[in-house]
């Protein structure tokens, strides 16, 4: 499982403030090389367990080239798809 945070970490006071975390983890129906993933999207001040369980957003990425590419691609990939379900 694949958890993303995103933080602010303010330059004048030094708090850090949760902005919303995203969970992705891989849906165990894909190939050797072929990942198939769910990914989803919490709410600003929820925990990734709660993102897991209450999602803001639920996508799913389909036939990501794992072996190939870094995590930074499937966290792209998955924002992405969330963000065009929007429109």
């Not at 993102?51 to 190939?68: D, M, Q, S, Y």
Request: hydrophobic share 40%.
């Amino acid at each position: 499982m694949i958890v993303v945070k995103v933080e602010l970490h303010s330059a004048i006071t030094g708090k850090v403030t949760s902005l919303c975390e995203a969970v992705i983890y891989n849906d165990g129906t894909g190939t050797g090389s072929r990942g198939n993933y769910i990914a989803r999207f919490g709410k600003k001040g929820q925990s990734h367990y709660a993102a897991f369980t209450k999602p803001w957003r639920e996508t799913r990425v389909i036939g990501f080239a794992r072996l190939r590419l870094q995590a930074w691609y499937l966290v792209r990939d998955a924002l992405q798809a969330a963000l065009k379900e929007r429109q």
